[in-house]
């Protein structure tokens, strides 16, 4: 069972940077897009930030600026660096992707477990 395996959460100071990667736990035939969405506490999850297999990205405007989203094909790999962090920037942040397992699987929607971003002095 393919699983998206998320690192890079923590605790930091407002100002402070972070960042994030998700990569699938085994082998796989493709990625199409790649997502990170996060859920503060008492609030729906929200989508941060999109990338296409083509490199083409799509911002929430809460983070326009201070976030940026990467991916490396070759490991199957997202990134998220997330710059001059604020408080109100912390929840739990989850990778998403579509994903074909084997050549003849079709397309499927991944979440990974979520990695807590925490933003307190």
């Known amino acids: 069972q393919v699983q998206l395996v998320e690192s890079g959460g923590g605790l930091v100071q407002p100002g402070g940077s972070l960042r994030l990667s998700c990569a699938p736990s085994?082998?796989?035939?493709?990625?199409?897009?790649m997502a990170w969405y996060r859920q503060a506490p008492g609030k729906q999850r929200e989508l941060v930030a999109v990338v296409t297999s083509a490199g083409s990205t799509t911002y929430a405007d809460s983070v326009k600026g201070r976030f940026t989203i990467s991916r490396d094909n070759a490991k199957s790999t997202v990134y998220l660096q997330m710059n001059s962090l604020k408080p109100e920037d912390t929840a739990v942040y989850y990778c998403?992707?579509?994903?074909?397992?084997?050549?003849?699987?079709?397309?499927?929607?991944?979440w990974g477990q979520g990695t807590q971003v925490t933003v307190s002095s």
């Open positions: 085994g082998s796989i035939f493709s990625i199409n897009v």
């Open positions: 998403n992707a579509d994903v074909r397992v084997r050549r003849w699987s079709a397309w499927e929607a991944y």
